[in-house]
């Protein structure tokens, strides 16, 4: 029985005037070099986050969480170094950093990320109840206060100040309202709302996207962001149901990389966005049926999947959306036959989109050294010299029993034989 929420509005940020970014289209926030590292195993050197990074500026995402830079002096020095580095000069990306609520974590973070040309604080407290009671050991009125004074500081270094309640989606939202309206009031340019263990559905979450807009005094004024990890499979279908809401900002990881079961996958919410671009548009009242709802680049999507897998080492599953393996793969007789006499029979987009092209998948027997190599290099491997001869001569001999070798042939030549040895 609610009545209708206008349109969400969508005031031009400095950063939007200055990289001619239309702001109108749902912001990404890359998170892949900060939670999506904190999935076990995952961990990259500073120069690899460098490289990853480049590429994210490549792809075209708005924000990019370069990490956490109290957790460690290497990644300090590498948020330092994103920052200082990364993006060209006439479309640089946000460079964020994370902090608790703290006010040494949030000096720290500043020093990593001020010699950004877009810097951003990222910070935040959990709201839950069981967050509170058993790890803050904080009352509400505690971290209502710790609210005030932390987002404060931090508005004291840098303009651009984001606040995330941790576990909102399990908090009291009348008590999460109050929370979002006391970060707003010390200055949070952003408010982000993370279903930190992955609990919410899509009906609960674009509720409470609608429950935020009525109720945080200040909301229109700031942009409205969601996190989301994807222990029950849902946090891309949360976040389309946040966009449908008034959602503007999503946070997401390449490959959905990420804390246990990882984060919202970045290329499946831009597919979505792209793929039904008509269905959104319309139903966030947009007049261009056709207008793209995203900065991001698809061209780069799968050049992108390739380097964050190899460099962290979390293989992307076959049947992973957009970028595994078989997501372009037609196996069965009657889908073969379909696709062979017209290809939207079976396709609902073009694997070029993503920048997969279609002669990317074969070498063959008869491909030299040269050739060898630039496809290595666009699959993001970087080899030595002795890694190449050696992945060669394997090369050459897998080409000898198959008649084409696939990119997954290629990929596992190199982690499983090469690089393991
Ligand atoms: O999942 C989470 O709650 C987070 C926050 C720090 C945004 O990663
Ligand atoms: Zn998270």
Same mark, same amino acid.
């Given at each position: 029985?609610?009545? @209708?929420?206008?349109? @969400?509005?969508?005031?031009?940020?400095?950063?939007?005037?200055?990289?001619? =970014?239309?702001?109108?289209?749902?912001?990404?926030?890359?998170? %892949?070099?900060?939670?999506?590292?904190?999935?076990?195993?995952? %961990?990259?050197?500073?120069?690899?986050?460098?490289?990853?990074? =480049?590429?994210?500026?490549?792809?075209?995402?708005?924000?990019?969480?370069?990490?956490?830079?109290?957790?460690?002096?290497?990644?300090?020095?590498?948020?330092?170094?994103?920052?200082?580095?990364?993006?060209?000069?006439?479309?640089?990306?946000?460079?964020?950093?994370?902090?608790?609520?703290?006010?040494?974590?949030?000096?720290?973070?500043?020093?990593?990320?001020?010699?950004?040309?877009?810097?951003?604080?990222?910070?935040?407290?959990?709201?839950?109840?069981?967050?509170?009671?058993?790890?803050?050991?904080?009352? =509400?009125?505690? &971290?209502? *206060?710790?609210? %005030?004074?932390?987002?404060?500081?931090?508005?004291?270094?840098?303009?651009?100040?984001?606040?995330?309640?941790?576990?909102?989606? =399990?908090?009291?939202? #009348?008590?999460?309202? *109050?929370?979002?309206?006391?970060?707003? *009031?010390?200055?949070?340019? %952003?408010?982000? &709302? !993370?279903?930190?263990?992955?609990?919410?559905?899509?009906?609960?979450?674009?509720?409470?996207?609608?429950?935020?807009?009525?109720?945080?005094?200040?909301? #229109?004024?700031?942009?409205?962001?969601?996190?989301?990890?994807?222990?029950?499979?849902?946090? &891309?279908?949360?976040?389309?149901?946040?966009?449908?809401?008034?959602?503007?900002?999503?946070?997401?990881?390449?490959?959905?990389?990420?804390?246990?079961?990882?984060?919202?996958?970045?290329? #499946?919410?831009?597919?979505?966005?792209?793929?039904?671009?008509?269905?959104?548009?319309?139903?966030?009242?947009?007049?261009? !049926?056709?207008?793209?709802?995203?900065? +991001?680049?698809?061209?780069?999507?799968?050049?992108?999947?390739?380097?964050?897998?190899?460099?962290?080492?979390?293989? &992307?599953? !076959?049947?992973?959306?957009?970028?595994?393996?078989?997501?372009?793969?037609?196996?069965?007789?009657?889908?073969?036959?379909?696709?062979?006499?017209?290809?939207?029979?079976?396709?609902?987009?073009?694997?070029?989109?993503?920048?997969?092209? *279609?002669?990317?998948? +074969?070498?063959?027997?008869?491909?030299?050294?040269?050739?060898?190599?630039?496809?290595?290099?666009?699959?993001?491997?970087?080899?030595?010299?002795?890694?190449?001869?050696?992945?060669?001569?394997?090369?050459?001999?897998?080409?000898?029993?198959?008649?084409?070798?696939?990119?997954?042939?290629? #990929?596992?030549?190199?982690?499983?034989?090469?690089?393991?040895?």
């Amino acid at each position: 029985d609610e009545p @209708p929420l206008p349109p @969400p509005i969508w005031k031009p940020t400095k950063h939007d005037l200055v990289t001619g =970014r239309d702001p109108t289209r749902v912001k990404f926030f890359d998170t %892949t070099l900060r939670d999506g590292e904190q999935s076990p195993g995952a %961990t990259l050197t500073g120069e690899e986050k460098l490289v990853i990074a =480049r590429q994210l500026a490549k792809l075209g995402v708005d924000i990019i969480e370069a990490g956490f830079p109290v957790a460690s002096n290497g990644d300090f020095e590498a948020v330092r170094n994103i920052a200082r580095t990364v993006g060209t000069r006439e479309n640089p990306p946000i460079i964020c950093g994370l902090a608790r609520a703290v006010e040494s974590d949030i000096a720290r973070c500043w020093e990593a990320v001020k010699d950004a040309a877009f810097a951003r604080i990222h910070t935040f407290i959990a709201t839950s109840d069981i967050h509170m009671e058993h790890k803050l050991k904080k009352s =509400r009125s505690q &971290v209502l *206060e710790t609210v %005030t004074r932390t987002v404060q500081y931090a508005k004291s270094l840098c303009e651009d100040i984001e606040f995330s309640a941790e576990d909102a989606t =399990r908090s009291d939202p #009348e008590f999460l309202y *109050e929370v979002f309206s006391r970060a707003i *009031e010390a200055g949070a340019t %952003t408010i982000n &709302v !993370p279903d930190t263990v992955g609990y919410t559905t899509p009906a609960e979450f674009g509720s409470l996207m609608r429950g935020i807009r009525r109720n945080v005094r200040g909301i #229109e004024n700031v942009c409205l962001s969601v996190h989301g990890h994807d222990d029950l499979g849902l946090a &891309v279908s949360n976040f389309l149901s946040a966009i449908e809401n008034g959602a503007q900002q999503v946070e997401c990881t390449v490959n959905g990389i990420g804390e246990r079961a990882g984060n919202a996958s970045l290329e #499946e919410i831009v597919m979505a966005l792209y793929v039904r671009r008509q269905y959104y548009n319309n139903k966030l009242g947009r007049p261009d !049926p056709n207008a793209l709802l995203t900065c +991001v680049d698809t061209q780069e999507i799968w050049k992108t999947s390739k380097l964050v897998s190899n460099l962290t080492g979390m293989i &992307v599953q !076959p049947n992973k959306a957009i970028v595994g393996s078989n997501a372009f793969a037609h196996e069965s007789g009657i889908h073969q036959d379909g696709i062979l006499k017209n290809r939207l029979t079976y396709e609902i987009m073009d694997a070029r989109l993503i920048g997969m092209q *279609e002669n990317q998948l +074969v070498l063959g027997k008869h491909s030299g050294r040269h050739a060898f190599r630039k496809r290595l290099g666009e699959l993001g491997f970087d080899l030595t010299e002795d890694e190449l001869n050696r992945a060669f001569v394997r090369f050459k001999e897998l080409a000898d029993k198959k008649k084409e070798v696939t990119l997954w042939d290629l #990929e596992s030549i190199v982690n499983d034989e090469v690089r393991l040895q």
